[in-house]
């Protein structure tokens, strides 16, 4: 089985301790988790929401990411994300350790192919 990263919007850099930020594009930071290694990368957001030249999806994708597990994106971030290959799953919240293992565990919803967040409508 190829090694699978998962990245998470997190609100700080503590790694697996961090909070889920509740909004993909925006958040500090991503948490980058090797499925394989078991290893842990912490990315500043340093997309054109930070003054970078780089949308988040492709940040994302220059680190080798597969899945985004989040709590919630609008209808451009689930585009962006799937023109960059990468799986995106909703409903994340607590910890990125806790989110994480809701994924693994299968707990997360795959967002839909016309997804919309309530606070995207």
């Not at 090797?34 to 340093?46: A, F, H, K, R």
């Not at 899945?67 to 994340?92: E, H, N, P, S």
Request: contains cysteine; negative net charge.
């Amino acid at each position: 089985m190829a090694t699978m990263k998962v990245a998470i919007p997190a609100s700080d850099d503590r790694g697996l301790q961090s909070v889920v930020f509740p909004h993909f594009g925006r958040c500090p930071y991503y948490i980058i988790f090797d499925d394989d290694s078991g290893g842990i990368e912490v990315l500043p957001n340093t997309s054109v929401h930070f003054g970078g030249k780089k949308e988040p999806p492709e940040l994302l994708k220059e680190r080798g990411v597969d899945v985004l597990v989040c709590a919630d994106l609008g209808r451009k971030a689930v585009g962006l994300l799937r023109g960059a290959d990468i799986t995106v799953y909703i409903g994340a919240e607590g910890s990125v350790e806790e989110a994480l293992k809701a994924w693994k565990e299968g707990r997360l919803e795959k967002a839909p192919e016309q997804y919309v967040c309530e606070g995207h409508r």
